[in-house]
């Protein structure tokens, strides 16, 4: 079967159309979890933020505990001195036994840094998966 020259071009048209919907679409799912990622980051930076200034001059959890329980999400709270030594966690009875977490991604990054973050990082305590942010 022989194609006429319109069919042709509009099979043409047709396949570039198709080709730059689907080009578009993954760019957008990329924006997409880009932007979602940049502001889960952000508010848990904030909270950490509000977790630091409570604690600012003194290691008492309480203040910080009661922060995250103000939220209605589920978060995991650490808190880590600058030497590594975990002081709290909220998923762990015995966080007074848990490793050096100087040398996580995200902990490293905001030992160096300020901040950092580490996305769907499988707990090594809980075997959960979570996304980390550090400050």
């Known amino acids: 079967m022989k194609l006429t020259i319109g069919t042709k071009l509009y099979i043409i048209v047709l396949t570039m159309f198709v080709a730059n919907t689907v080009v578009f679409l993954l760019f957008q799912h990329n924006r997409e979890k880009q932007y979602k990622i940049e502001m889960l980051d952000n508010k848990l930076a904030q909270m950490n933020d509000d977790v630091h200034g409570s604690m600012m001059w003194q290691y008492d959890t309480a203040n910080a505990v009661n922060i ?8 995991r709270l650490t808190i880590i001195k600058g030497d590594g030594k975990v002081i709290y966690d909220s998923d762990v009875d015995r966080y007074d036994t848990l490793p050096d977490h100087r040398h ?12 950092g973050y ?16 550090a400050t």
Not at 104 to 113: G, S
Not at 118 to 133: A, G, M, V
């Open 68 to 75: 995250i329980k103000q939220n209605t999400e589920k978060i």
């Open 104 to 115: 996580r991604t995200e902990v490293a990054n905001a030992l160096k840094n300020g901040h």
């Open 118 to 133: 580490n996305i769907n990082r499988q707990s090594q305590t809980t075997k959960h998966d979570y996304f980390y942010s």
